[in-house]
T-cell receptor
Framework: GQNIDQPTEMTATEGAIVQINCTYQ??????LFWYQQHAGEAPTFLSY????GLEEKGRFSSFLSRSKGYSYLLLKELQMKDSASYLC??????????FGTGTRLTVIP | NAGVMQNPRHLVRRRGQEARLRCSPM?????VYWYRQLPEEGLKFMVY????????ESGMPKERFSAEFPKEGPSILRIQQVVRGDSAAYFC?????????????FGPGTRLLVL
């Protein structure tokens, strides 16, 4: 089976850095995705990791360790508009995504 | 370049009625995925389709739910004899092809409310 664990809620201050952790278990693994979802809207693709290491894309970075079943999303220079849910999703060998419940991030002034 | 389109955005049905949810993938995408998001829960995979083929329906309830992706037209997720527990947001995603590195892009979702 597949399982994703990530914190339910986090709060951070505008301008700060926040790291959202995700651990996963799966019998087949084909990469790790991060999506951002504002309330009532579609998930929006942020990043994809299939190899170990850090992928940087502007203010967002994502890290993967396959041996540890661990990933994190790093958000720098937080802005108020970054308040959203961040979804960690693993891709199975069958090509579908399995999601965690998401981490609801609140950015405060 | 239009993204994934879903309609209707909101759908209200009474118990026992049928619900039809439509999804048009991004241009050039031939793979469609349906996910369901219950309140306060994560997205759950339901079904994966290519044109005229169901590739994986392991996440779909065995009864009352069906999906298709015809040669022409949108993909349809059909729920017969809806019950209150079917109230959820249903998201469709598409990708250009099968493959580990292909990103799935999501539509805005259909929010189904069963009275």
């Amino acid at each position: 089976g597949q399982n994703i664990d990530q914190p339910t809620e986090m709060t951070a201050t505008e301008g700060a850095i926040v790291q959202i952790n995700c651990t996963y278990q799966t019998s087949g693994f084909n990469g790790l995705f991060w999506y951002q979802q504002h309330a009532g809207e579609a998930p929006t693709f942020l990043s994809y990791n299939v190899l170990d290491g850090l992928e940087e894309k502007g203010r967002f970075s994502s890290f993967l360790s396959r041996s540890k079943g661990y990933s994190y999303l790093l958000l720098k220079e937080l802005q108020m508009k970054d308040s959203a849910s961040y979804l960690c999703a693993g891709k199975t060998g069958a090509n579908n995504l399995f999601f965690g419940t998401g981490t609801r991030l609140t950015v405060i002034p | 370049n239009a993204g994934v389109m879903q309609n209707p955005r909101h759908l209200v049905r009474r118990r026992g009625q049928e619900a039809r949810l439509r999804c048009s993938p991004m241009k050039g995408h031939s793979h469609v995925y349906w996910y369901r998001q219950l309140p306060e829960e994560g997205l759950k995979f339901m079904v994966y389709l290519q044109k005229e083929n169901i590739i994986d329906e392991s996440g779909m309830p065995k009864e009352r739910f069906s999906a298709e992706f015809p040669k022409e037209g949108p993909s349809i997720l059909r729920i017969q004899q809806v019950v209150r527990g079917d109230s959820a947001a249903y998201f469709c995603a598409s990708s250009p092809r099968r493959g580990g590195q292909e990103t799935q892009y999501f539509g805005p979702g259909t929010r189904l409310l069963v009275l």
